[in-house]
């Protein structure tokens, strides 16, 4: 209101207020109550409104036992077939609205805070994670699969396979073949994946539980539960040397040969200070 009472010689009323969302009644109304205060007087009292003691009265109705969960629109109605009328279902709402108790009148079970679970590691080769994204081959709906298992602390690949099927036995070879060549001893090693069918096999389950690996997954219908493996895959998909389509598996695989080497050994990562996953691992 201060706005439009400060407008310039140049502006009208209507075209401010229809900027502003105001209606010119209200403007009027609230102009002519700042300049006649003796003329405003305070809203009379119904003459049929409940007194102090009949408020109190309803107010002690709804706190009963077999009200105190019920919302007003259900007391209303078990009042009426009582044949007992002490107000309407809106005052009701008023009566609890002045008392502050507006809100969830139910019994409801009260959640624990749950907080988002997070991977952490503190050197290498305490956390992996790992997972599995398509490769366009040269026939539409025709994919390789390929593989990589990640360590989160340093980004470095420990391992990494590129095949023509999704399969929970070539992931379980993957993987003890990358415990091996990292040296990973019992109680070592935890290994994240999201919960696809190959990471959640029972092969896979018996093998890590065969080497003491701690294994764990993402929340169900959460996608951004392994963010470092989906991190990776974006920076493979969007090196500019990635084809559109891979004319066999052994193209594909010559392709990862350059890019997990180059990953390794010469991509110097935001997330490590850009020094390289080797330099860290």
């Given at each position: 209101?201060?706005?439009?009472?400060?407008?310039?010689?140049?502006?009208?009323?209507?075209?401010?207020?229809?900027?502003?969302?105001?209606?010119?009644?209200?403007?009027?109304?609230?102009?002519?109550?700042?300049?006649?205060?003796?003329?405003?007087?305070?809203?009379?009292?119904?003459?049929?409104?409940?007194?102090?003691?009949?408020?109190?009265?309803?107010?002690?109705?709804?706190?009963?036992?077999?009200?105190?969960?019920?919302?007003?629109?259900?007391?209303?109605?078990?009042?009426?077939?009582?044949?007992?009328?002490?107000?309407?279902?809106?005052?009701?709402?008023?009566?609890?609205?002045?008392?502050?108790?507006?809100?969830?009148?139910?019994?409801?079970?009260?959640?624990?805070?749950?907080?988002?679970?997070?991977?952490?590691?503190?050197?290498?080769?305490?956390?992996?994670s790992w997972d599995?994204?398509?490769?366009?081959?040269?026939?539409?709906w025709t994919y390789?699969?390929?593989?990589?298992?990640?360590?989160?602390?340093?980004?470095?690949?420990?391992?990494?396979?590129?095949?023509?099927?999704?399969?929970?036995?070539?992931?379980?070879?993957?993987?003890?073949?990358?415990?091996?060549?990292?040296?990973?001893?019992?109680?070592?090693?935890?290994?994240?994946?999201?919960?696809?069918?190959?990471?959640?096999?029972?092969?896979?389950?018996?093998?890590?539980?065969?080497?003491?690996?701690?294994?764990?997954?993402?929340?169900?219908?959460?996608?951004?539960?392994?963010?470092?493996?989906?991190?990776?895959?974006?920076?493979?998909?969007?090196r500019p040397e990635?084809?559109?389509?891979?004319?066999?598996?052994?193209?594909?695989?010559?392709?990862?040969?350059?890019?997990?080497?180059?990953?390794?050994?010469?991509?110097?990562?935001?997330?490590?200070?850009?020094?390289?996953?080797?330099?860290?691992?």
């Amino acid at each position: 209101m201060d706005t439009i009472a400060a407008h310039g010689p140049g502006l009208g009323v209507a075209p401010l207020c229809r900027a502003l969302d105001v209606p010119r009644a209200t403007l009027y109304r609230v102009r002519h109550r700042e300049q006649n205060p003796a003329q405003s007087r305070p809203r009379p009292k119904p003459a049929r409104a409940l007194s102090a003691d009949e408020r109190r009265e309803v107010l002690d109705v709804l706190h009963e036992p077999r009200f105190v969960d019920q919302p007003p629109a259900q007391v209303y109605a078990a009042l009426l077939d009582e044949e007992r009328y002490l107000c309407s279902e809106r005052t009701m709402y008023r009566i609890l609205d002045a008392e502050g108790e507006v809100r969830e009148r139910r019994n409801q079970l009260e959640h624990p805070p749950y907080a988002k679970p997070e991977l952490l590691a503190t050197g290498p080769n305490e956390v992996w994670s790992w997972d599995i994204t398509k490769l366009k081959g040269p026939v539409t709906w025709t994919y390789f699969y390929l593989y990589v298992i990640l360590d989160i602390f340093s980004r470095y690949t420990v391992g990494w396979m590129v095949a023509a099927c999704e399969s929970a036995a070539l992931a379980r070879r993957l993987i003890a073949e990358s415990c091996a060549k990292q040296e990973i001893v019992r109680e070592q090693l935890t290994l994240h994946a999201d919960r696809g069918s190959s990471m959640r096999s029972k092969c896979v389950a018996q093998l890590l539980g065969d080497l003491g690996v701690t294994k764990t997954h993402s929340r169900p219908h959460v996608s951004n539960d392994n963010p470092f493996s989906e991190s990776q895959f974006k920076t493979l998909k969007y090196r500019p040397e990635f084809p559109a389509c891979f004319g066999c598996i052994q193209d594909a695989r010559a392709f990862c040969v350059d890019f997990f080497a180059w990953y390794n050994t010469q991509h110097h990562h935001s997330a490590l200070g850009w020094l390289t996953p080797e330099d860290i691992h």
